[in-house]
């Protein structure tokens, strides 16, 4: 029996209003019902797809992106799109999750600035939130994503892929839908936040905070922003995703140029560090930016649950998780652990100098995993720990 056909989604103006959105498609989900208690109204999810849905709608792919990306996993730069696709060289025609085969969904996070309903966004009564947006968890986040998906006509996703924090939400799909999710890939990620990264986090949002033109949040519609406090946030999380040999090898003590340090001016590193805080203020709202921080404080999959280790005894899907070797924001520790609690899984990890961006820069690899777990290439159960 040919299912029915999926539902029309809903879809209107831009993330901001009469801007060019490229391929971004818009979806109003609603109300939705926050963990906290508190009621989030007219959500919209800015999502991009790829490839055609099979009339078995069984070839459904999810892509979550991690904490400053947005569903624009492949494809150009373009007019309503700062950067080029984040994981071309792992999704799209004839990559290892391929777009002449599957349906891949790719979602603008809730609390995101490109599409999805977050800070900058505008509140029913016709202003931005600003500080009066929530806290959203990555619980609630995930079930926006959900409602999209029923949208979509799409029951079961065949694979929900994530890394970073789009990892923390893809492990939450898996334990909060299990019958939703065949195959499960979490990457550089784990099942809650440990407290080395809730310090780091923390030292982010209070730089974001400190800036004057901050305003507790309500600095939409000012001539400036706390662009200060955003790149000095990004210039902390940056140092957490690349490896400390990586940093001494690419700059050791080199000076920036001609600049002498004795005299005021800066190293080499100090310039890269300044260089990614001024590209993150170029693209990035820094509502959302604490948004999202404040929602990666909030993950453990086993609040309310009996803990992390019966949360993740939930999870049916096939599972792979992969660790960077060199990652020091998630340690390989703690994503063997994630592991080790699910039934059955795969524990793969990449080589990289590069630290947490590793799954970024470290495409061959990722593919080469990818490959293997997909299309069914691991040699047995025996080697399910294999590092």
């Given at each position: 029996m040919t299912p029915p056909a999926?539902?029309?989604?809903?879809?209107?103006?831009?993330?901001?209003?009469?801007?060019?959105?490229a391929s971004r498609l818009f979806a109003d989900l609603g109300s939705l019902r926050l963990e906290n208690g508190r009621t989030l109204d007219s959500v919209r999810l800015a999502y991009e797809t790829w490839g055609e849905l099979d009339e078995a709608r069984s070839n459904a792919v999810l892509i979550l992106h991690a904490l400053t990306?947005?569903?624009?996993?492949?494809?150009?730069?373009?007019?309503?799109?700062?950067?080029?696709?984040?994981?071309g060289d792992v999704v799209g025609p004839g990559r290892v999750v391929d777009t002449d085969r599957h349906y891949v969904v790719a979602v603008n996070v809730l609390g995101g600035c490109l599409g999805s309903t977050g800070p900058s966004s505008l509140a029913p009564d016709g202003r931005p939130w600003g500080s009066r947006f929530p806290v959203v968890s990555t619980r609630d986040q995930v079930?926006?994503?959900?409602?999209?998906?029923?949208?979509?006509?799409?029951?079961?996703?065949?694979?929900?892929?994530?890394?970073?924090?789009g990892g923390q939400r893809a492990v939450e799909w898996a334990v909060s839908y299990p019958d939703r999710v065949e195959r499960l890939i979490v990457v550089a990620s784990g099942a809650q936040t440990t407290a080395e990264q809730a310090a780091w986090t923390h030292a982010q949002i209070r730089a974001i905070e400190l800036d004057p033109r901050w305003k507790g949040g309500d600095y939409h519609g000012e001539e400036e922003g706390p662009a200060a406090g955003?790149?000095?946030?990004?210039?902390?999380?940056?140092?957490?995703?690349?490896?400390?040999?990586?940093?001494?090898?690419?700059?050791?003590?080199?000076p920036q140029g001609g600049e002498d340090p004795l005299r005021g001016g800066r190293l080499a590193v100090e310039s890269y560090l300044d260089y990614h805080g001024d590209k993150i203020v170029r693209r990035f709202d820094a509502g959302s930016y604490v948004a999202l921080c404040r929602c990666l404080l909030t993950h453990d999959v086993g609040r309310d649950r009996g803990g992390v280790r019966e949360a993740l005894s939930r999870v049916t899907a096939r599972t792979l998780v992969v660790a960077v070797d060199s990652d020091r924001l998630f340690f390989p520790e703690q994503v063997w652990q994630m592991a080790a609690g699910i039934s059955g899984?795969?524990?793969?990890?990449?080589?990289?100098?590069?630290?947490?961006?590793?799954?970024?820069?470290?495409?061959?690899?990722?593919?080469?995993?990818?490959?293997e777990f997909l299309n069914e290439?691991?040699?047995?159960?025996?080697?399910?720990?294999?590092?």
């Open positions: 999926p539902p029309p989604v809903p879809v209107s103006g831009g993330w901001h209003e009469g801007d060019p959105v990306g947005d569903a624009h996993v492949l494809g150009d730069a373009g007019p309503g799109q700062p950067t080029p696709g984040w994981w079930r926006a994503e959900a409602r999209l998906a029923d949208l979509l006509g799409i029951d079961v996703w065949s694979a929900v892929i994530g890394a970073s924090l955003l790149a000095l946030a990004r210039q902390i999380a940056h140092t957490t995703y690349r490896s400390p040999g990586e940093l001494d090898a690419r700059f050791g003590r080199l899984a795969y524990y793969r990890e990449i080589h990289s100098d590069h630290g947490h961006d590793g799954f970024l820069i470290e495409s061959d690899q990722v593919t080469a995993l990818f490959d290439r691991i040699p047995s159960r025996t080697s399910v720990f294999a590092r």
